[in-house]
């Protein structure tokens, strides 16, 4: 059991809990391939971010009047028939056809992150919340316009040079056909991708993934698609 400031009920759990918020946008796709990923918070335990997550786009300073549709799973009780899939705590619709859908994944604490009882994880003084290594796949051969996007978390650190350190060591180049790394000579004050993304590699078949350091966003106005430059 770990200690931090003599808190020694504290502890380092050995699973993260992030909350996940996928918003899918149908005004501009009716096919709901433009969907982006945000990770929202982290919890060291289920019930935290089980807690979290169903309030999580009232912390983004949305309200439930501000949606067409506003459903928490389990909120009618056992007998309640969910039909927006297993793994969604809450889902809305906005009266401009966007989809909110906020979920829960998981990942090993590799960076032995402590959390407090009650499943908030401990930052250092002056640090106001973690920075996530996102590799962000894109396949413009589906959908030219890249907004058929997956999302993975590869890592979670409180400090954000260490985010980038490793963002710069999740990729094997030997792995792809096309590999371009922030800092590298030939980009020095060009870097064609977006402002947070370390590194942008194309596979064999074409596939585009960029590893990408980001924050939580804290506004609802901060919800916008991964700023990525093909």
């Known amino acids: 059991m770990a200690s931090?400031?003599?808190?020694?009920?504290?502890?380092?759990?050995?699973?993260?809990?992030?909350?996940?918020?996928t918003v899918i946008d149908y005004s501009h796709d009716p096919s709901g391939a433009n969907r982006t990923t945000f990770v929202l918070k982290t919890h060291g335990t289920l019930e935290a971010a089980k807690q979290y997550a169903i309030h999580s786009l009232e912390s983004l300073?949305?309200?439930p009047t501000d949606f067409q549709q506003y459903h928490i799973r389990g909120s009618r009780g056992?007998?309640?028939?969910?039909?927006?899939?297993?793994?969604v705590l809450l889902f809305a619709r906005a009266f401009d056809g966007q989809e909110f859908l906020v979920g829960i994944d998981t990942t090993p604490n590799n960076e032995a992150l402590t959390a407090t009882p009650d499943g908030n994880i401990v930052l250092p003084e002056g640090a106001k919340f973690l920075h996530y290594v996102l590799q962000i796949s894109v396949d413009y051969n589906a959908?030219?316009?890249g907004g058929l996007q997956t999302t993975e978390i590869l890592g979670v650190y409180i400090h954000r040079v260490d985010a980038w350190t490793a963002a710069h060591k999740c990729l094997d180049p030997a792995q792809y056909a096309e590999y371009d790394r922030r800092g590298d000579s030939q980009f020095i004050g060009e870097w064609p991708f977006g402002e947070d993304i370390a590194v942008h590699a194309v596979?064999?078949?074409?596939?585009?993934?960029?590893?990408?350091?980001?924050?939580?966003?804290?506004?609802?106005?901060?919800?916008?698609q991964h700023n990525l430059r093909k």
Not at 4 to 10: M, P
Not at 78 to 87: A, L, R
Not at 204 to 223: C, D, S, Y
Request: zero cysteines; a negative charge; aromatic letters at 8%.
């Open 4 to 21: 931090i400031n003599g808190a020694s009920s504290n502890f380092v759990p050995e699973q993260l809990f992030h909350t996940i918020l």
């Open 61 to 63: 300073n949305f309200a």
């Open 78 to 87: 056992v007998s309640e028939s969910w039909s927006h899939g297993d793994g």
């Open 143 to 145: 959908d030219r316009s």
């Open 203 to 224: 596979s064999e078949t074409g596939q585009n993934h960029f590893i990408a350091v980001k924050k939580p966003p804290e506004q609802k106005h901060e919800l916008k």
